[in-house]
């Protein structure tokens, strides 16, 4: 079944213990990103990868980091968090160009 | 620069009702427009989405969404509510030649009642 997976789907941490949400897709796709999402925002780019070890920032990446080391996954770390991060955040993938995006379920983030 | 206005932050139906949400899109170049579907404690789901062919897209469900470039809008429309049409509702814009950056607009939450 083609998907996008995260881990953990809910998470509650501190502020500054560093944490890792993992996102996998299994439809080879080269564009990965990730987003979060609060309400009456919407949902807001963090950073995007267009393929295996190239990445650029979102609309919103102060404070998260991502790597692309193989082409399914594209994790997202939180060195320091801060209560400001607790949010909703999906990853995301598709093939290159304005193509559908398919989304994770969703990872529930409280920093304390 | 891109952008997406959605009108109205909820929108509430009886069953069997005409659907109506509406989208305002902001955009120099020609645009790939989406509508993703959200379900309480899940991902988005495609909808439909516009990309230069018809301007009159359908999409799952029975929904369909009409571009009108003079209004600069794509409004989602679905000729009779389901109450399992109940959830939030997400415009989206992105850019032919762009690198697939999607824009969202705030979202609309759809009730539907009985």
């Known amino acids: 079944e083609a998907q996008v997976t995260q881990n953990p789907r809910y998470l509650i941490t501190v502020t500054g213990k560093k944490l890792t949400v993992t996102c996998s897709q299994n439809?080879?796709?080269?564009?990965m990103s990730w987003y979060r999402q609060d309400p009456g925002l919407g949902l807001r780019q963090i950073y995007y990868s267009m393929n295996v070890e190239v990445t650029d920032k979102g609309d919103v990446p102060e404070g998260y980091k991502v790597s692309r080391k193989e082409k399914r996954n594209f994790p997202l770390i939180l060195e320091s968090p801060s209560p400001n991060q607790t949010s909703l955040y999906f990853c995301?993938?598709?093939?290159?160009?304005?193509?559908?995006?398919?989304f994770g379920p969703g990872t529930r983030l409280t920093v304390l | 620069a891109q952008s997406v206005t959605q009108l109205g932050s909820h929108v509430s139906v009886s069953e069997g009702a005409l659907v109506l949400l509406r989208c305002n899109y902001s955009s120099s170049v020609p645009p790939y427009l989406f509508w993703y579907v959200q379900y309480p404690n899940q991902g988005l789901q495609l909808l439909l989405k516009?990309?230069?062919?018809?301007?009159l897209v359908k999409g799952i469900n029975g929904f369909e969404a009409e571009f009108k470039k003079s209004e600069t809008s794509f409004h989602l429309t679905k000729p009779s509510a389901h109450m399992s049409d109940a959830a939030e509702y997400f415009c989206?814009?992105?850019?032919?030649?762009?690198?697939?950056?999607?824009?969202f607009g705030a979202g609309t939450r759809l009730a539907v009642h009985p």
């Open positions: 995301a993938s598709s093939f290159q160009g304005p193509d559908t995006q398919y």
């Open positions: 516009y990309t230069s062919a018809a301007t």
């Open positions: 439809m080879n796709h080269e564009y």
């Open positions: 989206a814009v992105s850019t032919v030649g762009g690198y697939n950056k999607l824009i």
